[in-house]
């Protein structure tokens, strides 16, 4: 069983302008993420826009990751986006015979209406029997369509089953983080944080990496920050102040903005997005000097970092 911790980024989808996935793009993103060191790629998530692809453009996009990457770090996938139990089968056994080294399922389909633990372990229960028992699993509290965090019950459950090796936490609350590194002790679960505000104290409370939406932007710097920064505390602390800072830039049209990003360093070609179809440099004002600044901050940092 591979371990899962470290930067893993949430893997951004590219699009052709006529709504066809640009799996050249995704080559070279895939060839940009693992040129920036990062420990995991988590394929097939929301930033993939998952709820915007078909059953068959899910597997192949997992099945061209795991293809690339060649086993050179893990490949982590979900996919998972429906309520409903047979198709919630469907999805996650067809994603887990895709090759990737672990399957994450998504806390809100768990209990889709929100209706608290029985729910939960009632339909948990069902796809823990329905699927290979010999697939690593991880636990996704994905904002969307709601953001369904986990009980202490249901976590700990969880953890002691022995299936669950790694929990994107978007708790985005140091306290909850904290508790759930002490719960999951002596257990294959691992907890990642993906709130940038909270980065650093997370790594040193014991969360096992990040994997938030600005791996998508510098994860070449969060690299640092879990490997290296408990070496240099005080640089740590000030590299934390700018990636926080950089990660308030998500609530301005992220994926797009990301892509167009990405369009400006040559990963893609087209900022097309399915689940995003507004002119965000045009909606939200000064978006453009923020990413030009970003790249900036960047730059300097990586410098910083390398001295």
């Known amino acids: 069983m591979k371990q899962i911790e470290g930067i893993v980024p949430v893997m ?11 799996y050249p793009g995704l080559g070279r993103l895939i060839d940009w993420y693992l040129h920036q060191g990062v420990d995991a790629l988590f394929a097939v998530c929301q930033s993939s826009e998952m709820q915007f692809l078909s059953l068959q453009e899910r597997v192949e996009l997992a099945q ?17 986006i429906s309520d409903a139990i047979d198709l919630q ?5 067809a994603m887990a015979n895709s090759g990737i080294d672990a399957l994450v399922l998504v806390t809100n ?4 209406k929100n209706e608290g633990s029985e729910v939960f372990f009632n339909t ?3 796809l823990l029997n329905a699927l290979p028992s010999s697939m690593p699993l991880g636990l996704y509290e994905c904002p969307a369509p709601y953001r369904r965090l986990l009980s202490d019950e249901e976590f700990s459950f969880c953890a002691n089953s022995g ?3 790694v929990l994107k936490d978007v708790s985005c609350d140091l306290p909850t983080v904290v508790k759930r590194v002490r719960l999951a002790e002596g257990t294959p679960l691992n907890i990642i944080n993906a709130n940038a505000a909270i980065a650093w104290p997370a790594i040193q409370a014991g969360s096992k990496g990040f994997s938030g939406v600005f791996t998508n932007f510098h994860p070449e710097l969060y690299h640092w920050l879990y490997h290296h920064g408990a070496e240099q505390p005080e640089l740590a602390n000030e590299l934390s102040l700018f990636l926080s800072l950089g990660a308030v830039t998500e609530t301005l049209g ?8 990405h369009q400006r360093l040559g990963t893609f070609n ?5 689940v995003n179809k507004d002119n965000v440099l045009e909606k939200f004002w000064g978006l453009g000097v923020l990413l030009d600044q970003i790249h900036q901050g960047t730059a300097l940092w990586q410098k910083k970092i390398a001295g």
């Open 12 to 22: 951004l989808t590219p699009f052709t302008d006529d709504n066809q996935i640009d």
């Open 64 to 80: 061209f990751v795991v293809k690339k990457v060649a086993g050179r770090v893990p490949v982590i996938a979900s996919g998972h």
């Open 89 to 93: 089968i469907e999805e996650l056994t």
């Open 109 to 112: 389909h768990l209990d889709a």
């Open 124 to 126: 948990l229960n069902q």
């Open 163 to 165: 299936r669950f090796v």
């Open 254 to 261: 992220y994926p797009k903005n990301a892509k167009i990003y």
């Open 270 to 274: 087209s900022e097309f997005c399915r």
